[in-house]
């Protein structure tokens, strides 16, 4: 089985070749990054245009370099959803135009759930069942995950997403975009504790969360008096620390709970070093096993997408869609809770 991944729900562009006997073969990926900085944030327009405008010298860049040939796929899958519409119709329109020229099938995925299972990428994989803390872009969530399409929510946000507490405080120190890697390097120069900012809901007794209050307390210190380069970076080691904090606490809670000892980190959040640093330390004291991705499958990549695909195909429970001329759709919104009691 050869399932070529393509991802573009937001403001990456990603390919991935995934082999079901010899594993990931390849993969490429480009950041819109530097197009969005000059505006602060991810403009949708210019999104889906340089999604178009890269896609495809992207996937013959991948075929090149792995010496496979499109005769040789089985499946073409793409982001279905959630995401930006614009951007998720260049994907799925690029990737069931080709499905339907080659007659194999068209597999969407869900990007949450490419997110959810991407550490089973990497070496050692967990094995299931394990609590997974999904932490990417504006969503947090816990999930206990028993099998492929077998998820169910212990525990999310209930306001702002902890990546965009990153994005908001960063903006607030005047930071530029992307702003959660900007906050946390700026974080690196600094020491938590000069300020004091709220842990929302740490002992709040359930599973959710709660982010907002940290960036309206956040923008209380900032107006409050100006702030040299040592407080600023101060601050912004205080603001990473306390959402650690938080995403730790509620992590082990939920591992405690479900009494699985098995703990899943995925999404663009979870590429924080501080977290991982201080979340091993913690889970080794209770034993219990904390499996990432690789640094670079944390954001948006077209290899989660194969890779679920892939899974999907092998469980034989892929939402596919069998090409025909406009027969695909996105879903810019769609609940990962949906997804699993559809499977």
């Not at 902890?162 to 530029?176: C, P, Q, S």
């Not at 900032?222 to 904090?245: F, G, M, N, P, Q």
């Not at 889970?283 to 948006?300: I, K, M, S, W």
Request: hydrophobic share 45%.
């Amino acid at each position: 089985m050869l399932v070529l991944g393509i991802e573009t729900s937001c403001d990456e562009t990603g390919v991935a070749l995934y082999d079901g006997g010899r594993g990931l073969l390849g993969h490429g990926l480009h950041s819109q990054a530097r197009l969005h900085a000059e505006y602060g944030g991810v403009v949708p327009e210019l999104a889906s245009r340089d999604h178009i405008r890269h896609l495809l010298p992207l996937t013959r860049g991948l075929f090149e370099q792995t010496g496979c040939r499109l005769g040789e796929l089985t499946a073409v899958a793409f982001t279905e959803g959630p995401g930006l519409a614009g951007a998720l119709l260049v994907g799925a329109s690029t990737a069931n135009g080709l499905a339907y020229a080659l007659g194999v099938p068209a597999v969407g995925v869900h990007h949450l759930e490419a997110h959810l299972l991407s550490p089973l990428l990497s070496t050692p994989a967990p094995a299931f069942p394990f609590v997974a803390l999904l932490v990417s872009g504006g969503h947090t969530q816990l999930m206990r995950v028993a099998g492929v399409g077998d998820y169910e929510l212990l525990g999310e946000t209930l306001d702002d997403a902890a990546g965009e507490a990153f994005d908001k405080t960063a903006k607030l120190l005047g930071l530029g975009y992307p702003g959660g890697p900007a906050l946390a390097r700026l974080a690196g120069r600094g020491k938590p504790g000069r300020y004091t900012l709220p842990r929302p809901m740490i002992t709040s007794g359930d599973l959710d969360f709660s982010f907002s209050g940290l960036k309206t307390a956040v923008l209380t210190v900032v107006k409050a008096r100006a702030l040299d380069a040592a407080a600023r970076a101060d601050l912004a080691a205080e603001i990473e620390s306390a959402i650690a904090d938080v995403l730790i606490a509620k992590a082990l809670a939920a591992v405690e709970r479900s009494g699985i000892d098995r703990l899943v980190v995925a999404g663009g959040v979870g590429a924080n070093l501080t977290l991982r640093s201080r979340l091993d330390t913690r889970a080794r004291q209770r034993g219990v096993a904390v499996f990432y991705p690789e640094l670079e499958f944390c954001t948006d990549n077209g290899a989660m997408i194969a890779f679920a695909a892939a899974l999907r195909l092998e469980h034989a429970s892929p939402i596919t869609h069998h090409p025909s001329p406009g027969s695909f759709t996105v879903r810019p919104r769609w609940a990962l809770a949906t997804l699993a009691a559809a499977s």
